[in-house]
């Protein structure tokens, strides 16, 4: 089986490049490498997949329409598992033009390529930032999201419209994940945990947003990839009980699907700091901040679905978790 991973050199696309070479596949990885954020860490993330004779790296954007049909025509692909996009809430204020290439146009020629070349199953990664102004907890897939409040989160919310626009025209399936704050080893050094890891082991105040108040799904990077490369197998069907009486945002008589993958267990950010504190051996100074424009007070992922259907529920502690990338961090930064 040959498996394209776009953003195969960023934090969940490595992970999950890996375990597919572990169980056998052929993966190509598609990468801009672009300079979000380091790239060192990319290419560090990309050389130990190298190593690995069943892979092959394609250095490519998204947004680049003869290159990305050019990939889809030079292979056959059975799965196809989009993660490449312009990540972050905050940059969406600060850059907005980005996301529409990448995470827009780039996602188009995805489907493009999917729709002419046969692919069994197109994986895509959403957001639960697309629960934006809903404050019914835990977040369900059956509830309507029409109301985000970053256009990362709207971006994220397109890349489902448009996945269930071709998977009903064209018949392709296609499955979205709500990924809720992933965290782990070779994680962003744009997310929480490393600029916490960062502060705290340099010995400068770092900001806590919301007061400390905010909370939290915090998913472990092992198992989302777990729920992905259960997802990818288990291509969706029609949903023959489906009414447009009474429409179900998670599926469509067309083969779609929509997943929260999260670890169902909401935690207040004061409480991570701790834990990481206590992973560490050294206090942090706080420097207390209010929320930030397009962040949401709270996440909390109801995953019954998951469970229900690929019998898989994420459920790593923040304690064993932070402490992995803790071990990480050191080991990669030499500290």
């Known amino acids: 089986m040959k498996v394209l991973v776009t953003g195969a050199a960023g934090f969940i696309g490595f992970h999950l490049s890996a375990r597919l070479l572990e169980r056998g596949y052929e993966v190509v990885g598609l990468?801009?490498?672009?300079?979000?954020?380091?790239?060192?860490?990319?290419?560090?993330?990309?050389?130990?997949?190298?190593?690995?004779?069943?892979?092959?790296?394609?250095?490519?954007?998204?947004?680049?329409?003869?290159?990305?049909?050019?990939?889809?025509?030079?292979?056959?692909?059975?799965?196809?598992?989009?993660?490449?996009?312009?990540?972050?809430?905050?940059?969406?204020?600060?850059?907005?033009?980005?996301?529409?290439?990448?995470?827009?146009?780039?996602?188009?020629?995805?489907l493009e390529g999917c729709r002419h070349t046969g692919v069994k199953h197109l994986v895509f990664a959403s957001s639960s930032s697309v629960y934006g102004l809903n404050s019914t907890m835990p977040f369900s897939i059956h509830d309507n999201v029409d109301h985000p409040i970053s256009l990362y989160a709207a971006s994220k919310k397109s890349n489902e419209l448009?996945?269930?626009?071709?998977?009903?025209?064209?018949?392709?399936?296609?499955?979205?994940?709500?990924?809720?704050?992933?965290?782990?080893?070779?994680?962003?050094?744009?997310?929480?945990?490393?600029?916490?890891?960062?502060?705290?082991?340099?010995?400068?105040?770092?900001?806590?947003?919301?007061?400390?108040?905010?909370?939290?799904?915090?998913?472990?990077?092992?198992?989302?990839?777990?729920?992905?490369?259960?997802?990818?197998?288990?291509?969706?069907?029609?949903?023959?009980?489906?009414?447009?009486?009474?429409?179900?945002?998670?599926?469509?008589?067309?083969?779609?699907?929509?997943?929260?993958?999260?670890?169902?267990?909401?935690?207040?950010?004061?409480?991570?700091i701790e834990v990481l504190e206590n992973a560490l051996g050294k206090k942090a100074t706080r420097n207390y901040m209010d929320m930030q424009p397009g962040d949401v007070p709270a996440t909390y992922a109801n995953v019954d679905d998951l469970i229900e259907d690929v019998g898989f529920k994420p459920n790593t502690p923040i304690e064993k978790g932070i402490e992995k990338f803790v071990e990480w961090y050191r080991d990669y930064y030499k500290i």
């Open 31 to 110: 990468d801009a490498l672009t300079d979000y954020y380091d790239v060192n860490l990319k290419k560090a993330r990309l050389a130990l997949l190298q190593k690995n004779d069943a892979f092959t790296f394609c250095p490519d954007d998204l947004n680049d329409e003869a290159a990305v049909a050019k990939v889809f025509g030079d292979h056959a692909f059975d799965y196809v598992v989009n993660l490449a996009a312009q990540a972050g809430v905050r940059y969406s204020l600060i850059n907005p033009k980005s996301y529409i290439n990448a995470n827009i146009n780039g996602f188009l020629h995805i």
């Open 162 to 272: 448009m996945a269930h626009a071709y998977s009903y025209l064209f018949k392709l399936p296609a499955t979205g994940l709500r990924f809720f704050t992933v965290y782990g080893p070779w994680g962003r050094p744009d997310m929480a945990l490393f600029l916490f890891t960062k502060g705290i082991l340099e010995g400068k105040p770092i900001n806590v947003f919301n007061h400390g108040k905010m909370k939290r799904d915090f998913t472990y990077i092992d198992d989302i990839v777990e729920g992905v490369v259960r997802v990818m197998v288990k291509v969706p069907e029609p949903n023959p009980k489906w009414s447009g009486l009474n429409p179900d945002p998670s599926s469509s008589p067309a083969p779609y699907k929509i997943y929260n993958i999260g670890n169902n267990n909401c935690v207040e950010l004061e409480r991570y």
